[in-house]
């Protein structure tokens, strides 16, 4: 059969048996002094003619077949590895955070396999960062609840994806026991021309504040709009205009740099 009709489940069970998939790491950083304070995991799965096939093409698919689960569960083990290594290097603080689908977030075995991955990797579980969007977390809001509790109780922080676009109640956003809300992207985009942007990202900052919640800007590509979000007082951000989601051997350069050493001290695997 041509590898073109093999169905895409299949493909994905394939490729992730292979080891294809790719681990990008896109920094976020201090909006004030601009430092590395750690990285979004985000996965790849390069192509046989070159290509790239980014996320939006195949999670949708690997949640419906279930496969979430297992990928999931890879993207989680990889990057908590690579992390750990990368602290140990660079003798610093890194934060990593991982993206959670909605299945993963509701299956019953979430705590279990975190752990396990914790363990063998050796990452502190205080450094890491899970980001669900409002969306998943208000689908079945007193469940997630109970879930984020759990997870908390190992010491993992929670972070709101893409806060602004999903519906979310101002009532549930008080009782989930989350530490970060992440501005979606679209909000940033048009700063500092949109003057809507410009009051609805305010009005967010202000309310993660006194919520006690930290905020991360997504989508940060201008100098205004890195100055705006610092004078709002943005804590962290991440964007193209800081580092586009980079490969492990390129994201290690940049924290060389940081560090003034040479990369081939520590090669990325
Ligand atoms: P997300 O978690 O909101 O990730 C941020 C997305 O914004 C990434 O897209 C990133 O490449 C992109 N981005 C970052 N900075 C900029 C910028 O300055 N401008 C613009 N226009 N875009 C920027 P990506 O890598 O294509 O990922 C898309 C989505 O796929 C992610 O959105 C996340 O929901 C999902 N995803 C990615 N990796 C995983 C994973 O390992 N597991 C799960 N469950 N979902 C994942
Ligand atoms: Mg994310
Ligand atoms: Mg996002």
Redesign the pocket.
């Known amino acids: 059969m041509s590898y073109r009709l093999v169905p895409l489940h299949q493909r994905l069970a394939n490729a992730l048996s292979y080891g294809e998939f790719q681990l990008?790491y896109?920094p976020v950083v201090n909006v004030a002094t601009a430092e590395i304070v750690g990285a979004?995991?985000?996965?790849r799965w390069p192509q046989r003619d070159q290509s790239m096939a980014?996320?939006?093409t195949f999670?949708a698919q690997a949640e419906t077949s279930g496969f979430?689960i297992q990928l999931?569960d890879w993207?989680l083990r990889t990057a908590a590895e690579q992390m750990h290594r990368w602290q140990q290097t660079y003798q610093r603080r890194l934060r990593l955070a991982?993206?959670?689908?909605g299945r993963?977030f509701l299956h019953f075995n979430l705590v279990k396999q975190v752990e396990e991955a914790l363990k063998a990797s050796g990452f502190n579980a205080n450094d890491l960062e899970f980001?669900i969007t409002e969306t998943i977390a208000m689908h079945n809001a007193e469940e997630s609840i109970g879930v984020m509790r759990q997870l908390k109780s190992l010491g993992i922080g929670l972070s709101l994806?893409?806060f602004g676009t999903g519906y979310s109640s101002l009532s549930y956003l008080k009782r989930f026991p989350i530490d970060v809300l992440k501005i979606d992207?679209s909000f940033v985009r048009d700063i500092p021309e949109d003057a809507n942007d410009l009051a609805i990202v305010s009005a967010i900052i202000a309310m993660a504040h006194a919520l006690g919640l930290r905020v991360v800007a997504?989508?940060?590509?201008t100098d205004a709009q890195w100055h705006f979000l610092r004078d709002c007082g943005t804590q962290l951000a991440?964007?193209?205009?800081f580092g586009?989601?980079l490969p492990a051997s390129e994201f290690q350069d940049l924290l060389a740099r940081e560090a003034g050493k040479p990369a081939a001290i520590a090669q990325a695997r």
């Open positions: 990008y896109q979004e995991a985000l996965c980014m996320p939006e999670i979430i999931g993207v991982v993206n959670l689908s993963q980001e994806d893409d992207k997504e989508g940060v590509e991440q964007g193209y205009y586009r989601p």
